[in-house]
């Protein structure tokens, strides 16, 4: 199947790493081309030098998606060099873990900033893009934590459903741009190494807790792959999906429970 994305932009927010990286990979992969933040400029820049193996232009900018003075020029300034953009990919790293007792208003609030606040400052800044697009798409990666709440991610449990409140409001408010949320399980990134690595029980490796946990919870018994997460990301965002809006899709191995 023909995705429709050739010739087009996308740009995937948070896109060093994991989930971002192989969206960014994905969309270059099908002649899309590419642009991308993180904070850190090393891997950043070590990142787009693999999208643009692809044969795409892509421009990388580090910014701090937290800081909301950061997201509109980076934007404004990648997208003016790219010429255009038909796919906004909302993403940021995730919010710490911890229970309710641990959090202060300070923590709230930098959830609340890196999470929801980050997202509509993402799309305020690309819409006048999207608009100029004849199949434009913004896609929100979101949690498992939106359909059940998971053990130590409070801030996770929360924020996340007011984002999701967004997406839906603005599949209605913002059409014809299409907007959709994908809701990753567990995928085998840095973060969910680093949360596996906070389980650890004497004698384990971390491979061991991930296989133990996957065996438990998922019913395909093993955590997603980056690039099985990606290409579904690339297919929503993409023209082939025109049909598709104010959706919110697991791609889960079958983790949530809930019909
Ligand atoms: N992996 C999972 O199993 C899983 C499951 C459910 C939900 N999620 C959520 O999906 C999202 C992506 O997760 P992932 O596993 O792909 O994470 P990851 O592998 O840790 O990658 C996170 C990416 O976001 C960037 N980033 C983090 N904070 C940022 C900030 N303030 N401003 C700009 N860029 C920032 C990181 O680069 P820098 O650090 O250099 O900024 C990196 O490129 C997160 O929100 C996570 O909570 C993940």
Not at 21 to 46: I, K, N, P, S
Not at 81 to 90: H, I, K, Q
Request: some cysteine; glycine content about 10%; aromatic content about 4%.
């Amino acid at each position: 199947m023909d995705l429709g994305l050739r010739g087009r932009a996308a740009f995937v927010a948070a896109s060093s790493k994991g989930m971002g990286r192989a969206t960014a990979e994905c969309f270059a992969a099908e002649g899309a081309d590419v642009g991308m933040c993180a904070r850190g400029a090393d891997e950043l820049e070590q990142a787009a030098a693999a999208v643009r193996a692809h044969g795409v232009r892509v421009v990388a900018r580090p910014a701090d998606l937290s800081d909301g003075a950061q997201i509109e020029p980076m934007l404004t300034e990648v997208a003016g060099e790219l010429g255009r953009l038909d796919a906004l990919v909302v993403n940021a790293g995730g919010p710490p873990p911890g229970f309710f007792r641990d959090l202060d208003d300070a923590g709230w609030q930098r959830a609340h900033d890196l999470t929801l606040m980050s997202a509509v400052r993402l799309v305020r800044a690309a819409l006048p893009w999207l608009e100029r697009s004849d199949a434009p798409s913004v896609l929100f990666i979101s949690s498992f934590s939106i359909r059940q709440p998971i053990g130590n991610l409070l801030l996770s449990n929360a924020v996340r459903m007011s984002v999701l409140g967004l997406a839906k409001s603005l599949a209605t408010e913002l059409a014809p741009v299409r907007v959709n949320t994908l809701i990753p399980g567990m995928v085998r990134t840095g973060r969910a190494i680093a949360l596996a690595q906070s389980r650890l029980r004497e004698g384990q490796t971390v491979d061991e807790v991930m296989a133990e946990h996957a065996r438990q919870v998922i019913p395909l018994a093993r955590y997603g792959e980056p690039e099985e997460f990606a290409r579904v990301a690339a297919f929503v965002s993409s023209p082939a999906a025109a049909y598709v809006t104010g959706a919110a899709i697991p791609v889960d191995g079958g983790i949530i429970q809930a019909p």
